[in-house]
């Protein structure tokens, strides 16, 4: 048989990790935020204190990414003076950070927007920015300046934690799932955001026999996770992030691109079992485009 699987689906998600050069520019980016925010309110020098990655990046399942999601730490006697004021002390609070970071990055297009500080820079990666303050429980509660003004909670390191393990007990496969689903979603121009695409794969992968297998068992995840998409119920609106238990909702059905995924997945595989190497590209290809060679 000429069609070597494992090799072709290791290949698959090797193409679809960030390129390094990125990667560098993202974490010197982070650590200029990062020593920023540190200087302005917490007058020290660190360029790695009260800062989290956090988002797909944080959870280590983005590919070719251009949106970096991160939460900076601000002291606690802020929360207390901004939650004081007769309206909107979030928007202002937004606007202090905004005005912060523009000392670094007086050339780039800083914006506040709802929840975040959003900077985007020539390269085409953008970053979003939250303030938030950290809980005893490790949870942060952070702005929300829309409706007048509220604050709101989030739990992204229990997230983190809860996807790192499951991926540690599945043998790498939980973290590959969620790549090689994003790479359908930009394929096939699925509606589905990052955290749901996390967290449907941690349920799938949680309950999967194979879970803890090769690369040689991709094809039968990629049919296995797509019959587990395409056969969930159309009228379920939310499910729970794994770790933080935070409602994660869809923004559109997505069961019947699934169920033509499923095919595909179907075809390959029998292609395959032919030993029929162009449609069994072919097929795959459908689904992940062109990074499954």
Not at 49 to 57: A, C, I, P
Not at 64 to 82: A, G, H, K, Q, R
Not at 134 to 159: C, V
């Amino acid at each position: 048989m000429s069609i070597n699987l494992a090799d072709d689906f290791n290949t698959l998600c090797k193409n679809l990790r960030i390129k390094t050069d990125d990667i560098d520019n993202i974490r010197n980016r982070y650590h200029q935020i990062t020593r920023r925010i540190n200087l302005d309110f917490w007058d020290t020098f660190s360029d790695t204190s009260h800062s989290l990655y956090v988002g797909s990046y944080g959870r280590d399942t983005e590919i070719w990414t251009s949106d970096i999601d991160i939460i900076v730490e601000l002291p606690s006697s802020m929360y207390y003076t901004y939650n004081n004021y007769s309206y909107n002390g979030q928007s202002a609070l937004l606007q202090k950070v905004k005005n912060c970071l523009q000392n670094t990055y007086s050339t780039s297009d800083i914006s506040g927007d709802g929840q975040v500080i959003v900077i985007n820079f020539s390269d085409g990666i953008t970053f979003e920015i939250v303030p938030a303050f950290l809980r005893d429980d490790n949870s942060y509660i952070y702005a929300d300046t829309n409706n007048g003004g509220s604050w709101k909670i989030t739990n992204p390191k229990a997230e983190i934690r809860a996807i790192k393990e499951m991926n540690e007990n599945t043998n790498g496969n939980l973290k590959n799932l969620c790549r090689m689903i994003r790479a359908w979603k930009e394929k096939c121009s699925v509606n589905m955001p990052g955290i749901l695409i996390d967290t449907l794969a941690y349920n799938f992968i949680s309950a999967w026999k194979y879970s803890d297998k090769s690369f040689f068992y991709y094809d039968y995840m990629s049919r296995d996770f797509f019959e587990f998409l395409k056969n969930l119920n159309t009228e379920q609106n939310y499910w729970f992030a794994p770790g933080s238990n935070k409602f994660v909702y869809k923004e559109s059905n997505f069961q019947y691109k699934a169920k033509i995924a499923y095919q595909n997945a179907l075809d390959a595989i029998e292609s395959a079992n032919n030993d029929y190497e162009w449609s069994y590209k072919s097929y795959w290809r459908n689904i992940y485009g062109t990074r499954f060679e």
